[in-house]
């Protein structure tokens, strides 16, 4: 069958013009990078770009929920350390003035040092990190301790989980009553501080020695606390690096999905500009022998 010129004209034009989009595609491959341009290009590959983008956002919420752990663990276990410092120089004190050759005057002269010990720790019970009080449980706008070593924060529980991977929490804080103690819950240590500064002002052997007693307690009450804080940060210390190598693996499969072979590409659009180029060569070759055929 005989092919017409104006058959063949159109034939290569349109192959030209497929030829040329294919370039362009090719060459919005290279300066972007990614394989899939458009929905069309892989419906199949688009759905999985989507479902690696919503795991790589919540992945990314779970480390900056552990971050946000981390600072508050971090002012925890540093008030805590200071507690403990001053619980032991209060206990010292107390040792002190116990010995029977103390006078009434000398106690009285120790009851200074405790009573500001005591407000010490008082101000340490009511810590604020970005304007909330880390030992109030859920009550994080309101001082959890008054004066005389009343606790005002949440009791039972008030312990705050926070979501560090799809069902798995930690509890984000430690309520004041499992540090410094309350009248319902373990060593009221702001009590005990208080105790004995009575006790020193009113030159009372026996109750300088009770409050040696819960002295002690308070102590290992500190301890257990620092211990907990203590298992929290190591525990978020696993999860921190379980979420930063999940997020590398979801960030590498998709880019396995999306992203060009630019070695790949290169070479395909060199291919492609050469394929248009003879294209239009022959173009032109059809069109002059058109023309010239016209002319006779």
């Known amino acids: 069958m005989r092919v017409s010129e104006k058959g063949l004209y159109n034939t290569i034009t349109n192959d030209l013009q497929a030829g040329l989009e294919k370039m362009l595609k090719l060459q919005e491959s290279a300066s972007s990078g990614k394989k899939i341009l458009s929905p069309s290009d892989d419906p199949a590959g688009v759905m999985k770009v989507i479902d690696y983008n919503t795991a790589i956002s919540k992945v990314e919420q779970y480390q900056r929920n552990v971050d946000s752990i981390n600072s508050g663990l971090t002012a925890t276990e540093s008030a805590i350390a200071n507690v403990q410092d001053v619980v032991q120089r209060a206990k010292e004190l107390a040792v002190q003035a116990s010995n029977a050759l103390n006078s009434s005057s000398d ?22 990190v970005n304007g909330k009080y880390i030992f109030a449980g859920h009550n994080i706008n309101t001082p959890p301790y008054s004066s005389d070593g009343t606790y005002n924060g949440t009791y039972p529980g008030g312990y705050m989980k926070v979501e560090v991977n799809a069902g798995s929490t930690v509890e984000a804080n430690m309520p004041g009553y499992t540090v410094f103690g309350s009248s319902a819950y373990g060593t009221n240590i702001i009590g005990s501080l208080n105790n004995l500064k009575s006790a020193l002002d009113n030159n009372d052997t026996a109750g300088i020695g009770n409050a040696m007693t819960n002295l002690d307690a308070s102590l290992e009450q500190l301890n257990n606390a620092r211990a907990e804080v203590g298992a929290k940060t190591n525990r978020l210390d696993v999860v921190k690096t379980y979420l930063s190598r999940l997020n590398i693996d979801l960030t ?3 880019s396995q999905t999306e992203d060009a072979d ?3 590409v290169i070479t395909q659009l060199t291919l492609q500009q050469n394929i248009v ?7 032109s070759r059809v069109l002059q022998q058109s023309i010239m055929s016209f002319l006779k």
Do not use: G, M, P
């Open 262 to 264: 630019l070695t790949k």
């Open 252 to 254: 590498d499969f998709k």
């Open 277 to 283: 180029e003879a294209s239009r060569s022959i173009v």
């Open 107 to 128: 106690r009285a002269a120790i009851s200074k040092e405790v009573d500001q010990i005591s407000q010490q720790v008082l101000q340490i019970a009511n810590t604020q």
